[in-house]
């Protein structure tokens, strides 16, 4: 895995973020309270001069690690977010495909349309899926949230704001340059805060959070981030290798993401 | 590191997704769980593995075996670090190969040795479109050299078809390298094949770090600075990126197209207060004064600088559907009308050959002068790339690109 330049790295997203907050009249952005999208949170304080300048959404299912709900609410105080928890049910019949396709859609869907929200700021990046690598930095979705992703809308030299006819709200994506070690290594640097399952307890570590009934933790030593940085500069392994939606079956994650999915 | 952003170009099925694919195996970039899985799904449609299918991950893409929407992938060598960015080959979806390719530093251009393939009215298409798009550095891979025999007769003859393409289309100042490779054999691409003894040049991994390593150093040039908006409810504050030079605290700049001039208290670089920023930054300027209702648009210059504000506009056009409705074009962020747009001459980018008169068909390239809605700041793509350059729009749909000449 390549680690690429952090500085030019953090000038395009904390751009894109701008751009958002500009174009957009009503902006929000999700928070799962990983690594990805607290480094979001982080670029866009840097942005912002310190303060957050949109709510941050969370798709609360009700079974996420208690790790993540101490880490939510510690820093959602620490950084004065104006955080949103959006509750969608969960059944117990419900796994992979219906949990992350109808419910936490439904849930997305429901908090989008109360509050208004135009423009949506999500934390994905090329490297960790080949149909996420097929993503634009401004991508519509239609009000029923449909991805069109065979008529995706023209994006030259990072003129992200291209007119387009969707009558739902616009999807930003202001890290799919990065790559996971970047994320680290700017995790590093500025001192980002982190959920504590991502390093290694008992030889395993979660190397990327999902909630607890689809995610299953990887064989690690790696107990801090410099020992992570060292592990993801020489893997193999694909970064989502234990997370269900992934491989369920071939193009499972088309599938979710053209329906509304992140 | 520094990673270069290398596009393809070529005719749809000359092997551009194939060669990717080929090099992410053969410079061990990616996983051998993506390779497994590439490889089951292609077993799953009773076909034989093919490496374009790393690439080309949406179902539609691997049924139809063609690219439908541009992705990118990484490759590290000798550490040099690339990131090849795929686009489709088909004329129509050349909205989503112009997407991808503007973002590249150099081209890779793939041209099928085949007797029935080589130089193909879409491929000088392409080739026109890195004219457009600034690219300085080409490399030509002559491909499926195993379907002619690695025939150096071959090879020779489309490397003169691209040489003459480039003189018809003016398209100088260009470093160029040719090498014949099979991206699906894997010859040429990583170690020098010894199919093709009469080739004394590098390896197209081996050529390509050399041209990476050719990127002149940046030269700083004058200062420019692209405003994105109000930073805040007072509008003393604008944010925005500077596109080349650098700036200081206390430095008067001037605010284009209006030509109002202000004189920076604090500057913030990443949202960090510093004493001065230089290009690629991203920083918040507190002016002196307000400058006005609108911030979005505007270009901060030097008061000596070789940009202007105007609402003429020469500029050659390159057309990705039919021209009809309402034109516009997107500049420096902001989208303006055009009230009138005249066809100086029109190009057909599939030979090279120019008419003095006529209208721009579709997917053809053609000299306007366009009249504005209003001023905006501008250069020549020549001078100032970032602000010599627009999308064209009609009806409010994306239409094409174009870059100012004069």
Known sequence: MIKQDIKLLEERSIYIIREAKTNFKNVAALWSMGKDSTTMLALARKAFHGKVPFPVIHIDNGIDFPETYEFRETLAKKWNLDLIVAKSEIKPEMSGFACCGANKTVALKKVLKDYGFDGLIVSIRRDEHGIRAKERVFSPRNKNFKWNYKNQVAELWGDYSSNDDSDGHVRVHPLLDWNEVDIWEYVRRNKVPTNPLYFSRNGYRYRSLGCLHCTTPVRSDAGNIEKIIKELETTKDEERAGRDQDKEKAYVMEKLRSLGYM | MIVNRVTLLGNKDHGKSTLIGSLLMETGSISEQRIRDAKKTSKKLGRQFEPGYILDSFEEERLNEMTIDTTRAQVKYRNTGFEFIDVPGHEELMKNMLSGASYADFALLL????????????????????KMLGIRKLVVAVNKLDAVNYSKERFEEIKNDVGDYLDKIGFKNINISFVPISAYNAENLVKRSNKT?????????????????????????????QIQGFFDKERKSVFGKVISGSIKRGDRIILLPSGKSTKILKLFESGNEASSARKGSVVTLELDKRIGIDARGLVGVKRKSSCRSGSNIHAMLLTTKRIGGKPSIKMNGVEIDC????????????????????????????????????????????????????????????????????
């Open chain 2, 339 to 406: 009230m009138k747009m005249t066809v100086k001459k029109m190009i057909d980018v599939t030979t090279g050959e120019s008419m003095a008169s006529g209208s721009i068909k579709p997917l053809n390239a053609g000299i306007v002068e366009i009249k504005l809605a209003k001023d905006i700041a501008m250069d020549t793509f020549e001078k100032n790339p970032e602000i010599g350059r627009f999308v064209f729009y009609t009806d409010r749909k994306f239409s094409g690109i174009g870059i100012i000449t004069e």
């Open chain 2, 197 to 225: 003894g009469w080739y004394k040049g590098k390896s197209l991994m081996d050529i390509l770090v050399e041209v990476s390593k050719s990127t002149k150093k940046d030269v700083d040039g004058e200062l420019i600075i």
């Open chain 2, 111 to 130: 041209i099928s040795a085949k007797p029935d393939e080589g130089i193909t009215g879409q491929t000088k298409r392409h080739i026109f479109v890195a």
